[in-house]
Every structure is written in C-alpha cells, then in structure tokens.
C-alpha cells in the first residue's frame, strides 16, 4: 500500500455527555450550513430540493411585499427555544425590534409570530411532529407546514393557530390554490403560481 492510497479519515464531532447545546451550534468549527440543534443533538441537512426553494421563495416574497411596518420576514434563520433546542425553520416572521444588523446569526422564540417549514423527504417526522411541537411549547403563535401535492407536484400549506389553554397547534385549514390568511398579518399568496416553473 503506498501514501497516496491511503484516504484521510473524517473526523466527526463526538457529543458532549448530555448533549451539544446552543451555544455550541454556533461555535464548533465547520458545521454545514442550515445545522439545526434538536433535543441537544446537532442535525444536518441533506441537499435541497428544487421544490423546496421554490416554495421557500415564493412564500418568502409575498409575505414580504405585503409585510406590515414593525415585522421582518426573515429566512433559514436559527430560532432558539431554549439550550438544547435551534431549529432554523424554512421562513420566519419575527418582530422588526428583534433585528440586530447584517451579523444576527439567530431570533429568540419570543421575537418569532410565525414559523414555516417545507417538508422534504429526510425531514418529514422533524417538520410534521417535532418542530411543530417546539414551536408552540415556545409560545410561537403561528406555524405553516407545506408539502408537496402528489397529484400535480404543487403545493399544499397547512396552517396553525396556537391555542393558548392548550399550548398546542390548532388546525385552521389546508390551502391548494390560495393561501389567504390573516394572521400573524392579512396575506394572500397565490400557491398556483408555482406551477410550471
């Protein structure tokens, strides 16, 4: 065997005893991009697919054209709930006092009105359950999961209400064509114009 056959090993991040927490999501050197902490384990992302920006652009956008003054739509942020929990969902809009300059890295849960996640295949159980769970234990008042419609490939968003008494999402409906709410802010975006692209 000569020096040249021999491949360099990886060197994976071996967890703390109890878990990696926040503070460590943005200190540990070379982390990919888009690295969320869930339950203090640190969770990559695999590549994305071209629905899920898509989507991510077209929601992003018409929120932001309809975007009331002291809110910020802001995307693939980290939001930290506590020590041992970052997600970074697909889209957020948070309060516009919560915004620090060009440098912010993350947005406390309290800052966040709204959380959207796109479901890809590798973070199905993540965004249908997990998240979704952090999110309103957080006291995040509204939460939008979009999949993908089999039937013609566009997009489906459910939306949520946290209840108070409850902590808890309620279901307030499925949008296909039209994405028409009113919270956190009026907005209507029309999910058909994906189509085609």
Do not use: C
Not at 177 to 186: E, F, G, I, M, S
């Amino acid at each position: 065997m000569t020096a040249e056959s021999v491949e360099p090993r990886v060197q994976w991040p071996v967890p703390p005893q109890d878990g990696y927490t926040v503070d460590d999501l943005f200190t540990l050197p070379d982390l990919p991009p888009h690295t969320e902490l869930i339950d203090g384990s640190l969770v990559f992302v695999s590549p994305q697919r071209r629905f899920h920006y898509l989507v991510i652009d077209l929601l992003f956008n018409r929120l932001y054209d309809s975007l009331p003054s002291g809110l910020s739509v802001e995307r693939e942020m980290t939001v930290v709930i506590d020590d041992r929990n970052g997600p970074e969902p697909d889209i957020s809009v948070v309060r516009a006092d919560a915004v620090t300059g060009f440098d912010q890295t993350r947005f406390e849960a309290e800052d966040v009105l709204l959380a959207v996640e796109v479901v890809s295949p590798e973070s199905e159980s993540r965004d249908r359950t997990t998240k979704p769970h952090k999110y309103a234990a957080a006291g995040i008042p509204n939460f939008w999961r979009v999949e993908q419609n089999g039937a013609d490939g566009g997009p489906i968003v459910h939306v949520y209400e946290l209840d108070p008494m409850t902590n808890a999402y309620v279901h307030m409906g499925v949008h296909r064509d039209v994405l028409k709410v009113d919270k956190p802010y009026a907005v209507a975006i029309e999910l058909t114009a994906l189509g085609g692209r």
